[in-house]
């Protein structure tokens, strides 16, 4: 037997101020874009914006449904309109922030597990790690080299070659 361990690094900024320019432009439309969601169920509203390689910026928001399971967090509608836009160019940063009406946006939240599950086939797909910025409205943001980072041991589409 022998035990393995899984671990990884990402950097703890106080605020948004600390970041890079370009990170913090991508932050703040992420928060911007939160308040295109629409979460009239969970009043949570997400938003995330994506860099794309080619320059291009792309946004996406959650959108939910009287039936609660057809709702879409806001991550894969983003990778979903990505891959109908641009189905082979790289995305190199995603920042995701959030509002909420009953609940403060002090601290980042981070991909469900349906998200990185999607978030890591893009990157195989691309063959390309997304960075991601992950802050609420305001307080402390983390920045992660690449998605796959949240999903250790994950399945893959190598499994069904
Ligand atoms: N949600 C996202 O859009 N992204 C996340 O990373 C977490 C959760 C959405 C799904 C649902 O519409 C609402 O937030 C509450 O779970």
């Not at 900024?13 to 320019?21: F, H």
């Not at 938003?47 to 894969?76: D, H, T, W």
Request: glycine fraction near 6%; aromatic fraction near 8%; charge should be negative.
């Amino acid at each position: 037997m022998k035990e393995n361990k899984f671990e990884f690094n990402y950097k703890v900024y106080d605020s948004i101020s600390e970041l890079p320019e370009e990170s913090q432009w991508l932050l703040n439309e992420a928060r911007e874009v939160s308040a295109n969601a629409y979460a009239p169920y969970s009043n949570f509203q997400v938003g995330a914006v994506a860099k794309m390689a080619n320059g291009q910026i792309v946004a996406g928001s959650n959108q939910e449904n009287a039936s609660f399971p057809v709702g879409l967090c806001a991550e894969r509608v983003l990778l979903a309109s990505i891959s109908s836009l641009f189905p082979k160019v790289p995305i190199e940063t995603i920042a995701i922030s959030y509002r909420s009406d009953s609940q403060k946006s002090d601290h980042p939240i981070s991909p469900c597990g349906i998200c990185r599950q999607s978030l890591q086939e893009f990157e195989g797909r691309v063959n390309h790690p997304v960075q991601l910025i992950l802050g609420g409205m305001e307080g402390p943001v983390y920045v992660i080299d690449s998605a796959s980072r949240l999903l250790p041991l994950a399945f893959t589409s190598e499994e069904l070659r």
